[in-house]
């Protein structure tokens, strides 16, 4: 299993510009999660998704848009890129029954906005 | 108030030393606490989880919840210089599929 992945692993964006940031997993998860982290911030939840064609708004869900076509694949959609979407961002994956939803990172994708 | 409150350190240990890392809340409806380690340029990881009150030991890893102060601690015993990495408090409101609110993480160092 490769677990989750994303990509691309690095990005820099023009003010203005929109990109599509890429997660897929292959543990057959129904859950899944996007974070952004800042420095010395912690993780915030931007949007997630509890199964296939269902997603939800999390703390920080403004500039960004999500879809859930697959149960592999959750793209997160960047419009209009602002230098405020600096950051780090994870997409996350767990399974619904497991004792404590324990969710399962991927390595991350840098932006930068200039 | 901050939902969660977490030192942000950075946390600089000798090689051996016991490590107490911290996190308090204000929701008393949190019922799973977690502990993730996320070492540099990578993605974090569950290390330990508990429900409600109580400790759990897992090797050199305690964790401990006192829900009545709303405090939440991971003790590291015999710390390794492999144990340097950031670590995250989380908590939920029950095992479904409540997202989880994280602490800012505490930048650990241990030192050889």
């Known amino acids: 299993n490769a677990g989750v992945t994303q990509t691309p692993k690095f990005r820099i964006l023009k003010i203005g510009q929109s990109m599509t940031l890429q997660c897929t997993q292959d543990?057959?998860?129904?859950?899944m999660y996007w974070y952004r982290q800042d420095p010395g911030m912690g993780l915030k939840l931007i949007y997630y998704?509890?199964?296939?064609?269902?997603?939800d708004k999390g703390e920080v869900p403004n500039g960004y848009n999500v879809s859930r076509s697959t149960t592999e694949d959750f793209p997160l959609r960047l419009e209009l890129a602002a230098p405020s979407q600096t950051s780090v961002y994870f997409c996350?994956?767990?399974?619904?029954?497991?004792?404590?939803?324990?969710?399962?990172f991927g390595p991350g994708t840098r932006l930068t906005v200039t | 108030q901050k939902e969660v409150e977490q030192d942000p350190g950075p946390l600089s240990v000798p090689e051996g030393a016991i490590v107490s890392l911290n996190c308090t809340y204000s929701n008393s409806a949190f019922q799973y606490f977690m502990w993730y380690r996320q070492y540099s340029r990578k993605g974090p990881e569950l290390l330990m989880y508990t429900y409600s009150s109580g400790n759990k030991e897992d090797g050199r890893f305690t964790a401990q919840v006192d829900k009545s102060s709303k405090y939440i601690s991971l003790f590291i015993r015999d710390s390794q210089p492999s144990d340097s990495a950031t670590y995250l408090c989380?908590?939920?409101?029950?095992?479904?599929?409540?997202?989880?609110?994280f602490g800012k993480g505490t930048r650990l160092s241990v030192i050889a």
């Open positions: 543990m057959n998860h129904n859950y």
């Open positions: 998704s509890v199964g296939a064609g269902i997603t």
């Open positions: 989380a908590m939920s409101l029950n095992s479904g599929n409540t997202p989880l609110v």
């Open positions: 996350a994956s767990s399974l619904a029954g497991s004792v404590a939803y324990e969710q399962y």
